[in-house]
């Protein structure tokens, strides 16, 4: 991986609506308002064919994050799934780092990133209505968060509501980590906006 893209601490993510095509796409900022890559969905014919007649939520998906020279930073894909999905987080050269696992607790979504080794990375859970979810590592401490609200010159450049920030705390600089936690926070959208 030679770009800097995972050495952020906030990103924010601009959802690029396409009526006449299947796969979503995104388009991922700084906190200066300067566009640093894309997430990009990868769907064969086949898989656009049955969006049109099973649930998006059961479909497999591929989706591919990129920085603005076109470099693949990071895979992430999920098979067949017919209840609760595990989306698996892969890097630039296709070696896993990790897999994400939703839960629901008393009806609020709740997604679990683990290593390869099985050990709990992150965990991101809260109130998808009101689109705050709070992001902790695997003792129970705080990290980030994940919202809709805008500070500085990103208040003005996003108005939205299909457009969330994703901001880390600055003493957090794991890069591998912060890999699988905004891979999952990029698969939030797509998994709850499926499930409605």
């Known amino acids: 991986?030679?770009?800097?893209?995972?050495?952020?601490?906030?990103?924010?993510?601009?959802?690029?609506?396409?009526?006449?095509?299947?796969?979503?796409?995104y388009k991922v900022?700084?906190?200066?308002?300067?566009?640093?890559?894309?997430?990009?969905?990868?769907?064969?014919?086949?898989q656009k064919a049955l969006s049109?007649?099973?649930n998006k939520s059961m479909l497999p998906f591929q989706l591919e994050i990129k920085d603005t020279s076109g470099n693949l930073q990071t895979t992430i894909s999920r098979g067949w799934t017919f209840f609760m999905s595990t989306i698996v987080i892969d890097d630039?050269?296709?070696?896993?780092?990790?897999?994400?696992?939703?839960?629901?607790k008393l009806?609020?979504?709740?997604f679990k990133i683990v290593n390869t080794s099985g050990q709990i990375v992150a965990v991101i859970n809260g109130d998808w209505k009101a689109w705050n979810f709070q992001i902790k590592d695997g003792y129970d401490k705080p990290i980030g968060t994940i919202s809709k609200k805008w500070n500085g010159a990103m208040k003005e450049i996003f108005t939205s509501a299909d457009k969330y920030n994703v901001d880390f705390n600055s003493?957090?600089?794991?890069?591998?980590?912060?890999?699988?936690?905004?891979?999952?926070?990029?698969?939030?959208?797509?998994?709850?906006?499926?499930?409605?």
Do not use: H, R, W
């Not at 700084?30 to 990868?42: A, F, L, P, R, T």
């Not at 009806?107 to 709740?110: E, G, R």
């Not at 600089?173 to 698969?187: E, G, H, P, Q, Y």
């Open 107 to 110: 009806f609020k979504p709740t």
């Open 52 to 54: 049109l007649l099973l």
């Open 171 to 196: 003493s957090y600089t794991d890069v591998t980590n912060k890999m699988a936690i905004l891979s999952s926070a990029i698969t939030i959208d797509m998994v709850l906006k499926e499930s409605k």
């Open 92 to 104: 630039a050269k296709g070696k896993t780092i990790g897999s994400i696992k939703q839960k629901f």
């Open 29 to 46: 900022f700084n906190d200066k308002g300067k566009e640093i890559g894309s997430v990009n969905q990868k769907l064969s014919f086949g």
């Open 1 to 25: 991986m030679n770009s800097n893209f995972f050495e952020s601490n906030s990103y924010f993510i601009d959802e690029k609506v396409n009526y006449f095509k299947f796969e979503n796409s």
